[in-house]
C-alpha cells in the first residue's frame, strides 16, 4: 500500500502592521443599562491585554485609534473621562508597558490635550523608546484630514517649493512618518468606515469588519482576523489573478 504524504501546511500570511478602529464601547454600555464611562473602562482593560496576542502571532506593530478630533464634540462629561483614562494608561501604567518591552508612539494634535498629557505622551514615548517585543501607536486627538492638514503646513513652513513635492515627502512630515502603512485595519462594533483613521495610509490596507463591541474583542478574534488576512490575496494596483 503506498503511503499518502502529508499534505503541506500553507504559510500563513502575518500583517506587520494593524490598525485597530476600538468602537462600540458606549453601546456596549447601553445594551447593560450601563453609564458610558462604565463601556469606556472596560475598553480601556481590553486595550491592555490586546497587545499581547497579536503580538505572540507576529504582528509587529499595532495602531489604536483612541480619541478623534471629532471626539471632543460628546458630552465634556465623557471628554474627560476619557482624558483621565489616557493619563492613567501613560501614568500609572507606563511601568508595565516597560516591563513588556512595548514600544509607545503617540500619534495626533498632542500639544492640544488638556493638562500635563502632552507631557506624559512625550514621557512615555522616551521612557520605552528601547521596547523591543512590539511597537504601540496611540493615535490620540487623531484625525485623517487633521494630519494631512499638518503635513501641508510644516511643508509651506520649511519653504518646500511644489516641484520638491512627492508622496514620500508627504509621507515624511506626517505624525510618525517612518511607520509602515498598515497591512490590515480592523474595526469593532459592525460599522463598516474609517471615519477618518490613517487616511494617507490605509490606500492599500485590507479591511476587516467585526460585527461583536470593542469590550467583547477576544483572543480567538485575532484568529479569525489573521486567517481573512492570509486567505486575501493583495494587488497593490496591479493584474494579478
Known sequence: MLAVPAKKEEKKEIPHHIGIIMDGNRRWAK??????????????????????????QGVKLLSFYCFSTENWQREAQEVNYLMKIMADALNSHLSDFQARGYRLFISGRVEELPGDLPELCAEAARATKDGRSGTINLC??????????????????NDIQPDQIHEGLIKKYLYHGDLPDPDLI?????????????????????LFFLKKYWPDFEESDVELALAEYSRRQRRFGGNGQ
Do not use: C, M
Request: glycine share 10%.
Open 31 to 56: 445594551e447593560r443599562n450601563l453609564p458610558a464611562y462604565e463601556g469606556h473602562s472596560r475598553g480601556f482593560l481590553k486595550l491592555k491585554q490586546v497587545p499581547d496576542w497579536f503580538f505572540r
Open 186 to 206: 480592523i474595526r469593532t462594533s459592525g460599522e463598516q468606515r474609517l471615519s477618518g483613521f490613517l487616511l494617507w495610509q490605509s490606500v492599500y490596507s485590507e
Open 140 to 157: 490620540l486627538n487623531y484625525g485623517g484630514r487633521a494630519e494631512i492638514v499638518d503635513a501641508l503646513k510644516k511643508i509651506l513652513k
